[in-house]
Nanobody, 120 residues
Framework: QVHLVESGGGLVQAGGSLRLSCAAS?????????????MGWYRQAPGKQRELVAS???????NYADSVKGRFTISRDNAANTLYLQMNSLKPEDTGIYYC?????????WGQGTQVTVSS
């Protein structure tokens, strides 16, 4: 069954930047999941619930959680069927496992996520 694969996480100092990528493991009947759905980046910080931090609709409308607004940028490359999250001015509270999924999320699409650790 198709799932989403996240990459690009790592260890970075506060104030640094990372760029996360998300791609589908496969398409279903030539449907590009990332291209035709509203997509979101989610994160789960240590000891906290998973939260939606950014989303992008097929038409390009974007939304951000207040905690990341002005620092994170969500985008997609339709030709590559790839979702991105550019994260700048990172803070220790941004630490967590980052996942991509549709918005609203679908259980079948959750991948392993990619770990982001921001040191202070």
């Amino acid at each position: 069954q198709v799932h989403l694969v996240e990459s690009g996480g790592g260890l970075v100092q506060a104030g640094g930047s990372l760029r996360l990528s998300c791609a589908a493991s496969e398409s279903i009947f030539n449907i590009n999941i990332i291209n035709i759905n509203t997509m979101g980046w989610y994160r789960q910080a240590p000891g906290k619930q998973r939260e939606l931090v950014a989303s992008i609709a097929p038409g390009g409308w974007k939304n951000y959680a207040d905690s990341v607004k002005g620092r994170f940028t969500i985008s997609r490359d339709n030709a590559a069927n790839t979702l991105y999250l550019q994260m700048n001015s990172l803070k220790p509270e941004d630490t967590g496992i980052y996942y991509c999924n549709t918005q609203p999320s679908r259980d079948a699409y959750w991948g392993q996520g990619t770990q982001v650790t921001v040191s202070s």
